[in-house]
């Protein structure tokens, strides 16, 4: 895939998008998000802006994501251009790539885990399985659950639950059991070790992001990350002496909005070729302009604003703020209804509608 490249368009602007509550709501397209992202593609399919999504979501490998949005939104999408809360996960396979560690979430969490690396990665879902009543309601839980035998990834090394020690946990995506992990995560944070033994150092826990709240497919806003980050935190620190430490990943640290502004730097130096300046050698020229498109003011925009030049915040009405006017706490550079008013807008402004 390549950028439209003339002489006169420079690609010096780039665009991320928010998913939940932006672009889908559930599973669903809204706000003519299919047709806002063909405009930014050309005729013949070729990227002509570089764009990515910039999601808190997650629980399923980026390569998988991007097929499946492709599929939603009828345009091609690389999976360099997700940008997941458990992406940054990745900068810590040096330290655990080898290690036994725990993953929890929504959708495949051991999945995601083993993509970016790491080798010993067990679901707290298996993990439990191997603790007969570690869940002491486990019986009146009326939905299926997973076989063991089904659980793991052929290639993976066994990992041996009774010796091995857990080195880290990491919440992947939204917790589906909120009861059952915050039991198991209690259990081996408190010990460090197997369920119930002697307490020793807590071993590091990373969530991939801190929302509170987010849009999904029902009609006012849900409980997301953030919300079982605090219950978990404050149960442990009701049961343990010791405060719960962890380290939390995605928007609005400025980190997250750093690193889209590398991704989409590559994007744009791998494919935006400007021939009769530079030899039709690929060359990245500084962005001017970095839209972020978001729904959540303390998230998207706050995450955009802190970061600062050259990122420019737009606000939807689609998902988590509804208002009329703007964010009283986190006001946004713009306010549109839709995510197709906000392409449009930036198109207008960078004269290449
Ligand atoms: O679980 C997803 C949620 O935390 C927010 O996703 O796309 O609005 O950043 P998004
Ligand atoms: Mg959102």
Redesign the pocket.
């Given at each position: 895939m390549r950028f439209l490249a003339t002489t006169s368009f420079r690609c010096d602007f780039g665009i991320a998008f928010?998913?939940?509550?932006?672009?889908?709501r559930g599973p669903v397209p809204i706000g003519g998000s299919p047709q806002a992202l063909r405009r930014l593609y050309g005729n013949s399919g070729e990227l002509k802006v570089p764009y990515l999504?910039?999601?808190?979501?997650?629980?399923i490998p980026e390569t998988k994501r991007a097929k499946e949005l492709s599929e939603l939104l009828g345009v091609n999408i690389m999976p360099s251009q997700v940008v997941q809360?458990h992406s940054p996960f990745r900068n810590l396979l040096k330290k655990f790539e080898n290690e036994f560690i725990i993953a929890t979430g929504?959708g495949d969490p051991a999945l995601v885990m083993s993509e970016y690396g790491f080798k010993k990665v067990l679901s707290v879902e298996e993990y439990a399985s191997y603790f007969e009543n570690i869940d002491p309601v486990f019986q009146y839980k009326r939905w299926k659950t997973t076989p063991i035998s089904d659980m793991k990834t052929p290639s993976m090394p066994r990992c041996d639950v009774s010796s091995d020690r857990i080195k880290a946990a990491f919440v992947v995506?939204?917790p589906v059991d909120w009861g059952r992990d915050i039991q198991v995560l209690c259990d081996v944070l408190r010990s460090g070790n197997l369920p119930g033994d002697a307490n020793r150092s807590q071993p590091p826990l990373y969530f991939a992001?801190d929302?509170l709240e987010?849009?999904?497919a029902f009609p006012t806003k849900r409980l997301?990350?953030?919300a079982f980050r605090t219950a978990l935190e404050s149960i442990f620190n009701r049961i343990n002496p010791k405060s719960l430490e962890y380290v939390s990943y995605?928007?609005p640290n400025p980190f997250v909005f750093k690193n889209a502004e590398a991704i989409l730097r590559q994007l744009q130096s791998s494919s935006c070729l400007d021939h009769s300046e530079n030899n039709g050698m690929s060359e990245s020229h500084p962005f001017r302009t970095l839209y972020m498109i978001?729904?959540?003011p303390s998230?998207?925009i706050k995450g955009a604003q802190q970061t600062g030049h050259p990122w420019f915040s737009i606000l939807t009405r689609t998902?988590?703020f509804r208002g009329n006017d703007n964010d009283a706490e986190f006001p946004a550079d713009l306010v549109v209804d839709t995510v197709e008013e906000a392409v449009d807008f930036i198109l207008k402004r960078e004269c290449i509608s």
């Open positions: 928010d998913i939940d509550g932006v672009i889908l999504f910039l999601t808190n979501g997650g629980g809360g929504k995506s939204d992001a929302d987010y849009q999904a997301g990350l953030g995605g928007k978001g729904d959540n998230v998207d998902g988590v």
